[in-house]
């Protein structure tokens, strides 16, 4: 058993005789007690809580307070109170803190130096002043009205005032040693008054520390009865205010088995409040810091920092949503069941914000991100925080902004959008364009020489699709040449305005004689300027030929 543990050992031990003070307790029942390591209860019913804090309960110190009555009435078990204190004080492990408040009529935690941090050199200190505990006979004949009186006023003022100055320990232990008689001269056996309860109340309030654990017990000694003014629920209704229940213990004459009973109770209450006191301070986790950002198009990035603690060393994404029914929150599946072990610092695509609703919506909503501590050990950690809520990583922030609903982007569905319009657009101006592009103009026919035959002949604007004949023959359009053994048509072909690029243009084609313009019977017009075309008709090359020039005013 290495050296704490004998400490602790001898604690156990040192109590045992300490809250053994009415009557004698048997040694066997001493042994039977303290053969067992205080580390055992916790081992058995908290096994991997013990192994994971098993060094930090081996520090986790201790402050006792003990508010003890030193009255006249309360003096006559003073052979059985002080061996009892002084064996305690030479079994507190260093470093834990004892607080001995002797009141009376009324209380001095400071009268007698009795409160002190443990160590070589003040043990020995407190050990000799136990031994003042009780005034001597001299002083209570001479001072018997400051013992007159049994204070519990002064007393739990006093209580208030060690716990406020000694805010560092995580664990306290208060006992009052008295018969809860409140016997001020002035009134015998009267309650607290009203005054007195709030400023109690309030006493505690400014004492009370959220981190530390407190558990509070009364040992009533041997009475006859409760008298009409018992203000032990008083009391009791005080200590409410600080969220902790005052235990009452009667002790009744002779119950060494009883006083036994208690102890092994409280023994084990005491190492089950250091292990709880332990896992509340860790059970406060490191807070997940998130900051998101969404943009236009719902999509959502998150800055997540976390950092793990001993108790719970990994973070699982359990859930992320928002609120208002309109909108739903697609998460990533590489997000949702994501564990992390240790430290996360990270941008995280947490998913993407949808309205049912195409369009644009404004998102006034909270984005919520939640988490888990998975561990092994929640069932002992349940049980450690008797049903204290576990931590629970989570994260709420406020989106004020306008999301864009759709299956495409905004920035793809604007440019497609600008591109339409762009095209109907080109549709339009093409459709006006080609209703403009027709055959018009001048003809005039030339023969090899380059000699104008007959007249020139103007050609009105021609609907769309007219046809123009050319050569030999009487034809309602185009041009009559008499001496040409040829003839030949121009068509305007149409060009489909959705294809905004595709203009119309003309083609020629024989229909009777030899038309050849590089031997080609068909084909499109020459250009040989934007304006104007010119076919070459005849049998052959080599042949005289005639030169259709046509002025066109497209």
């Known amino acids: 058993m290495n050296s704490v543990m004998k400490r602790y050992f001898r604690q156990v031990l040192m109590l045992m005789f300490f809250l053994g003070f009415i009557g004698n307790i048997d040694l066997s029942m001493v042994s039977s007690v303290s053969a067992q390591d205080p580390m055992v209860y916790l081992e058995e019913n908290y096994p991997q809580l013990t192994a994971l804090y098993r060094e930090e309960l081996r520090e986790c110190h201790a402050h006792y307070i003990f508010a003890v009555d030193v009255s006249l009435s309360m003096c006559k078990y003073e052979d059985n109170v002080k061996p009892a204190l002084i064996s305690f004080l030479k079994a507190v492990p260093e470093g834990d803190r004892v607080t001995i408040i002797p009141f009376a009529t009324g209380a001095d935690a400071n009268r007698m130096g009795f409160d002190v941090t443990i160590n070589r050199e003040t043990r020995q200190t407190m050990i000799q002043m136990a031994e003042r505990l009780y005034p001597d006979q001299k002083e209570k004949s001479g001072n018997r009205s400051k013992y007159f009186d049994t204070n519990i006023f002064a007393a739990q003022q006093a209580v208030a005032k060690s716990i406020q100055e000694n805010p560092k320990y995580d664990v306290n232990f208060i006992f009052y040693i008295s018969d809860m008689m409140h016997c001020p001269s002035q009134n015998i056996d009267r309650q607290f008054n009203e005054s007195e309860m709030s400023m109690m109340k309030s006493l505690v309030r400014g004492a009370k520390n959220k981190d530390a654990q407190v558990r509070a017990f009364a040992l009533e000694l041997p009475k006859s009865g409760k008298p009409e003014g018992f203000i032990l629920p008083q009391l009791q209704e005080v200590y409410r205010e600080w969220e902790v229940e005052l235990e009452e213990q009667f002790v009744p004459e002779n119950a060494q088995g009883a006083i036994r009973e208690w102890f092994e109770t409280q023994k084990d209450k005491i190492m089950f409040m250091k292990l709880q006191a332990i896992i509340m301070r860790e059970n406060k986790t490191n807070p997940m810091r998130v900051e998101t950002s969404v943009d236009v198009d719902g999509n959502v990035v998150a800055d997540v920092e976390w950092k793990a603690g001993k108790l719970y060393p990994k973070l699982t994404f359990d859930s992320t949503y928002v609120e208002d029914p309109d909108f739903r929150l697609e998460c990533n599946d590489e997000y949702v069941g994501r564990s992390v072990v240790g430290e996360m610092k990270e941008k995280v695509k947490l998913g993407k914000i949808r309205n049912k609703n195409w ?47 759709f299956v495409l982007p905004l920035w793809l569905t604007a440019t497609l959008l600008l591109l339409l319009i762009l095209y109907i657009i080109g549709v339009i101006n093409a459709a006006v364009r080609n209703s403009r592009y027709c055959f018009k103009g001048n003809v005039t026919v030339y023969d090899v020489m380059g000699i104008q035959i007959g007249e020139m002949r103007r050609i009105p604007k021609q609907p769309s699709g007219a046809i123009l004949t050319f050569g030999k023959g009487g034809v309602p359009t185009g041009c009559r040449v008499d001496d040409a053994e040829w003839q030949f048509t121009i068509q305007k072909k149409n060009g489909n305005p959705l294809l905004v690029f595709q203009k119309p243009h003309f083609v020629w084609a024989r229909t009777k004689g030899y038309v050849c313009t590089r031997k080609a019977q068909t084909g499109e017009l020459n250009y040989e300027d934007k304006t104007s075309v010119k076919l070459t008709c005849g049998l052959s090359i080599s042949e005289e030929t005639h030169q259709v020039k046509v002025k066109l005013n497209a």
Do not use: C
């Open 359 to 405: 369009g644009f919506h404004q998102l006034s909503d909270s984005l919520h991100i939640n988490a888990l501590l998975p561990v092994p050990y929640q069932d002992e950690i349940d049980r450690v925080l008797e049903g204290r809520p576990s931590p629970v990583p989570k994260t709420a922030t406020k989106e004020d902004r306008m999301i864009w609903t």
